[in-house]
């Protein structure tokens, strides 16, 4: 069964330093990944999916994620933080067999003045 | 163009109590999801449509739920008998073929239900 670990469940950065929200994954194939992001009172928007072609993958607002398969992991990045930004982020990685996402447990993203 | 719609958008009802949930997915989407997203489970999976296929249920936490999808559009989540641990906002999701693993899911605001 395929399943996510989001390393950590908050991370607070101020306003304009990088932001670096970390996922690892478990699969027995090739996985597909994603990054959503909830803002509160909000539904769920993708940022970013990685199927198996670059492995450097560029979403919106800023963020970008690196598929690294030997690490299995796929941290989400963004070069500067935006106030915009602060919200609630979940790595998901899809499963094939059951045909249904897998969420990991989410981070939420504080941005300080 | 209009994303997945979901209704009502909060609900609150009795222990014991039948809830109906609506979703209505984007025009054109062959597959769609329910999602239960609580405080002490995180987000899981419900139940999955795909076109005229039989649906997945597997996700399904009890026999008080139960889905259904409506000529292929519209789909109603009904849970009987709800119970105080059945609060939770539930999400649906639509994707435009359903059954691969790259198909991107878009997801409804949610609806909110309370048990008291």
């Known amino acids: 069964a395929q399943s996510v670990t989001q390393l950590d469940s908050h991370v607070s950065v101020s306003e304009g330093t990088p932001v670096l929200l970390r996922c690892n994954y478990s699969?027995?194939?090739?996985?597909?990944l994603f990054w959503y992001v909830q803002h509160p009172n909000k539904g769920l928007q993708l940022l970013l999916k990685?199927?198996?072609?670059?492995?450097l993958v560029k979403g919106i607002n800023g963020f970008e994620a690196e598929f690294k398969k030997s690490e299995t992991s796929f941290h989400l990045t963004k070069p500067s933080a935006h106030m915009s930004d602060a919200a609630e982020y979940f790595c998901?990685?899809?499963?094939?067999?059951?045909?249904?996402?897998?969420f990991g447990q989410g981070t939420r993203l504080t941005i300080n003045p | 163009g209009a994303g997945v719609s979901q209704s009502p958008s909060n609900k609150v009802t009795e222990k014991g109590k039948d809830v109906e949930l609506r979703c209505d997915p984007i025009?054109?989407?062959?597959?769609l999801y329910w999602y239960r997203q609580s405080l002490g489970q995180g987000l899981e999976f419900l139940i999955y449509?795909?076109?005229?296929?039989?649906?997945?249920k597997s996700g399904l936490p009890s026999d008080r739920f139960s889905a259904e999808r409506t000529g292929g559009s519209v789909s109603t989540l009904t849970i009987q008998r709800t119970q105080q641990e059945d609060s939770a906002v539930y999400l649906c999701?639509?994707?435009?073929?359903?059954?691969?693993?790259?198909?991107?899911?878009?997801f409804g605001p949610g609806t909110r239900l309370t048990v008291l």
């Open positions: 999701a639509s994707s435009l073929v359903g059954g691969t693993v790259a198909d991107t899911q878009y």
């Open positions: 699969s027995s194939y090739s996985p597909s």
């Open positions: 990685y199927t198996s072609a670059a492995t």
């Open positions: 998901v990685v899809s499963d094939m067999v059951a045909q249904k996402l897998v």
């Open positions: 025009s054109g989407h062959t597959a």
């Open positions: 449509f795909q076109g005229n296929s039989a649906p997945d």
